[in-house]
Nanobody, 121 residues
Framework: QVQLVESGGGLVQAGGSLRLSCAAS????????MGWYRQAPGKEREFVAMTRWSWRGYNSDYADSVKDRFTISRDNARNAVYLEMNSLEPGDAAIYYC????????????WGQGTQVTVSS
C-alpha cells in the first residue's frame, strides 16, 4: 500500500521560499510519475509540477503559473520528491498534495494528506 507523507509547508512572506518534501513508501517508485498538485479554498485541485518517468529517463512538467519559480526534483534512493518554491506569491497559497501516478492498463493515483502553504502579502 502506497503511503505519501508531505512536509515543509508553512507561512512565508510574499517573495520568500519554501521547500516541500514528500516521503513515499509501499512500493518501488523509480518507474512512476511523482509530483505535486495544490488546492486553494473554493477552487479545484490543480496541477503544479510532475517528474514523469519513461524508458528514456525523467522529464519535468510545470504549470505555467509556477514555471521559472518552482523546481521539482526526486531522489529515488530515498523514495522522495521535492518542490522548491521561490518568489512565492499570495496566489500560491494552498494545500499542496504529493501525487504518485502509476501507469499501465489500470492507472492508479495515490495522494498524500497535504501540507498547507500560506503566503502573506
Amino acid at each position: 500500500q502506497v503511503q505519501l507523507v508531505e512536509s515543509g509547508g508553512g507561512l512565508v512572506q510574499a517573495g520568500g521560499s519554501l521547500r516541500l518534501s514528500c516521503a513515499a513508501s509501499g512500493r518501488t517508485f523509480t518507474n512512476v510519475d511523482m509530483g505535486w498538485y495544490r488546492q486553494a479554498p473554493g477552487k479545484e485541485r490543480e496541477f503544479v509540477a510532475m517528474t514523469r518517468w519513461s524508458w528514456r529517463g525523467y522529464n519535468s512538467d510545470y504549470a505555467d503559473s509556477v514555471k521559472d519559480r518552482f523546481t521539482i526534483s526526486r531522489d529515488n534512493a530515498r523514495n522522495a520528491v521535492y518542490l522548491e518554491m521561490n518568489s512565492l506569491e499570495p496566489g500560491d497559497a494552498a494545500i499542496y498534495y504529493c501525487n504518485v501516478h502509476v501507469g499501465g492498463q489500470v492507472p492508479v493515483d495515490c495522494w498524500g494528506q497535504g501540507t498547507q502553504v500560506t503566503v502573506s502579502s
